[in-house]
Nanobody
Framework: EVQLMESGGGSVQAGGSLRLSCAAS????????MGWFRQAPGKEREGVAA????????YYVDSVKGRFTISRDSAKNMLYLQMDSLKPEDTALYYC???????????????????WGQGTQVTVSS
């Protein structure tokens, strides 16, 4: 069973940058989708970015397009989220996750992801 561990969160001012990392305990087969999600207090968990490991196709929620970049290093079993031009509304607990099943589907719905890390806090001040 895969275990995921996020790191790289912190506190920054608006306009700043952070890079989140997610380490997987085992090799992730290319047929899976990996994603970053976030949850702010009082809000539902939302998908931020995802990548289908088979072909590298990426998906982003509209609010982060042009500011966030998801990437992976399959050789190191790592997933990254580069976050630039951060805004106070980006403040949340950020999770990485792996899709429940392989097979080509990749998207931003939390319901399709069955393996989650513990999360890393990102706080953006104005």
């Amino acid at each position: 069973e895969v275990q995921l561990m996020e790191s790289g969160g912190g506190s920054v001012q608006a306009g700043g940058s952070l890079r989140l990392s997610c380490a997987a305990s085992v090799f992730i087969y290319p047929g899976y989708c990996m994603g970053w999600f976030r949850q702010a207090p009082g809000k539902e968990r939302e998908g931020v970015a995802a990548v289908y490991l088979g072909n590298g196709k990426t998906y982003y929620v509209d609010s982060v397009k042009g500011r966030f970049t998801i990437s992976r290093d399959s050789a190191k079993n790592m997933l990254y989220l580069q976050m630039d031009s951060l805004k106070p509304e980006d403040t949340a607990l950020y999770y990485c996750a792996r899709s429940s099943r392989p097979g080509g589907y990749c998207g931003l719905s939390p319901a399709d992801f069955g393996y989650w890390g513990q999360g890393t806090q990102v706080t953006v001040s104005s």
